[in-house]
């Protein structure tokens, strides 16, 4: 039986995730074995094998020099006709990601849905060829889609929020604690979801004018917050100025480079997911990679505007060199700016069209929103997994991750893309606060999905994307989540501290941070008694930090 535990100082150093042509040392025991041999591949590469040192009592070592260049490792033992599972290395160039952003409490807005400004008058969307679209004029209406016979969207329904009715509503998002934002897409498009971009260089005029950006970004950078776009650069709206399915723009010769036609596809050109309603671009199009990456392109002009960063859409869907061409345009025009990626898995080790993806090793994220994370609290507060084998899983992506994007994962429960989460719960405030309490106290950058602060429910899209309960709050609600902003403002090492996941039993579930002098025990016990462990007593259905 081969003996290795990555997580040990005498099997592996350093822990984790390791810089480019750093040594790396590996050690594993065999009892009574006379040699041992290490593995190691890429994901591409051929196999290296390495003599190991025979160190007696049947333990063997080896160190190596990490390679050169940004890879991902996986290292194996062999002894005799056996082989040990395998490890991953994550080696990567470092590459720090902005301190703002790794000290941020992100809220995360879908605008039609947050805030009309005061003294809101009606405004009839702009009549489209090839489309019906119309306002509701109840803010409290309940969210709907009207469909046709085949389960399509037949019509878009818009509620009117509003950017200057978020920039009315920045005083609150203060007062939470919030110090980023991160819109969903604010970009004229034909739908209220708006990732059917029609026109990268435009404000939506329902949201209204650049002037109103400008207002915004420059009010929220006056009280300390930072407003993060997303880039929806995978795909446009077929009913766009460069794909203009319906000839609302007269356009279509001009871009048609930008996409890929033929008869092999079911709708005559590639579509994201086969929806012919939005095209995918054929991102190595020299005009497109200049469109959005020149010294003037979109994602220099949007910095420009004001502002912090960006969220790449179906990241796991652009080619790498573009991410790497967006990373550099964004750095060489603020090198203080984000950049973010939607990737839904471990992010150091996704397969996508048959590659390995190169998020983390140096040259393209700064960070991802963390569904890993959110998979694991929801599973272990729903009783799908108990407290071992979520805090084994929070383990391997802390092993797994260089530190710095470990620390800027963006940690989120709510998002427009899932079902609210107090739905998901089944209405158990209780469970919704220690979701939040996960949020705040292990790695990573917390981000509230708005309204999930003030009690909001619904199920999948278009129900997770209600209006904002304005004067209807769950105050209790509202003031815990302050409760924990004010607690993460006060315990320096809740951001950036040393951090060793915990579990007791099968119903205890938290971390242990350490920073310099600073020790902090923070806990969760979803059983409906109280719990003592690690010193303490985690109360009933309760949180603890000690």
């Excluded at 489209?128 to 209406?141: A, C, E, M, Q």
């Amino acid at each position: 039986m081969i003996i290795h535990d990555s997580r040990k100082e005498s099997f592996r150093r350093p822990f984790g995730a390791a810089e480019v042509s750093a040594a790396v040392t590996l050690a594993a025991e065999c009892p009574g074995a006379a040699e041992m041999t290490l593995r190691l591949h890429t994901y591409t590469g051929e196999d290296r094998f390495l003599p190991m040192e025979n160190e007696g009592n049947g333990r063997f070592s080896v160190t190596f020099t990490a390679p050169d260049t940004p890879a991902v490792l996986w290292y194996s033992f062999r002894c005799g006709g056996e082989e040990s599972e395998q490890r991953q290395i994550t080696v990567y160039e470092s590459a720090p990601v902005p301190e703002w952003w790794k000290n941020a409490v992100v809220y995360q807005i879908f605008p039609d849905r947050f805030a009309r400004e005061s003294g809101w008058q009606p405004r009839e969307p702009e009549k489209r060829n090839g489309s019906h679209r119309f306002l509701i004029r109840d803010w409290d209406t309940p969210v709907f889609y009207p469909r046709a016979e085949n389960n399509d969207v037949s019509s878009w329904p818009f509620w009117g929020g509003t950017l200057r009715g978020i920039a009315e509503k920045l005083p609150y998002l203060r007062s939470l604690g919030v110090t980023a934002i991160y819109l969903n897409p604010i970009f004229e498009a034909r739908s209220n979801h708006r990732y059917d971009t029609a026109d990268y260089t435009r404000i939506d005029p329902l949201l209204g004018t650049e002037e109103d950006f400008l207002s915004l970004a420059s009010a929220a950078k006056a009280m300390g917050i930072r407003l993060i776009l997303d880039g929806v650069f995978n795909h446009t709206g077929a009913d766009s100025v460069y794909f203009d399915a319906c000839g609302n723009y007269g356009t279509a010769e001009k871009y048609r480079s930008w996409f890929r036609f033929g008869d092999r596809y079911k709708h005559g050109y590639e579509c994201w997911w086969d929806v012919p309603d939005l095209p995918n671009v054929e991102e190595n199009d020299p005009g497109y990679r200049e469109f959005l990456c020149g010294e003037d392109g979109i994602v220099r002009r949007w910095l420009r505007a004001g502002a912090s960063g960006w969220r790449l859409d179906v990241a796991d869907e652009l080619p790498d060199s573009l991410i790497r061409d967006i990373r550099s345009a964004m750095k060489a025009e603020d090198p203080d700016s984000l950049l973010m990626g939607e990737v839904w898995e471990d992010a150091t080790n996704k397969v996508s069209y048959g590659e390995l993806r190169e998020y983390f090793l140096g040259h393209e994220l700064d960070a991802t929103m963390h569904y890993p994370f959110r998979e694991i609290a929801l599973d272990f507060l729903t009783r799908k997994a108990g407290a071992a084998q979520c805090a084994e899983r929070l383990r391997v992506l802390q092993e797994n991750y260089p530190r710095e994007n470990l620390y800027a994962a963006m940690n989120l429960i709510g998002s427009h893309d899932r079902e609210r989460t107090l739905t998901l719960l089944k209405g158990d405030r209780s469970a919704l606060k220690q979701a939040f309490f996960l949020q705040f106290t292990l790695p990573g950058v917390p981000c509230i999905y708005y309204g999930d602060e003030a009690g909001m429910t619904g199920g999948p899209d278009p129900y997770n994307r209600g209006t904002f309960p304005w004067g209807r709050e769950d105050e209790e609600l509202t003031a815990y989540l302050r409760g924990l902003t004010e607690m993460y403002r006060a315990h320096p090492c809740l951001r950036g501290g040393e951090y060793e996941p915990l579990s007791f039993r099968e119903d205890v579930l938290g971390c242990r941070r350490r920073d310099g002098g600073e020790s902090l025990l923070a806990l969760i016990n979803r059983s409906d008694r109280d719990v003592e462990c690690f010193g303490v007593t985690v109360p009933a259905r309760g949180t603890l930090l000690a």
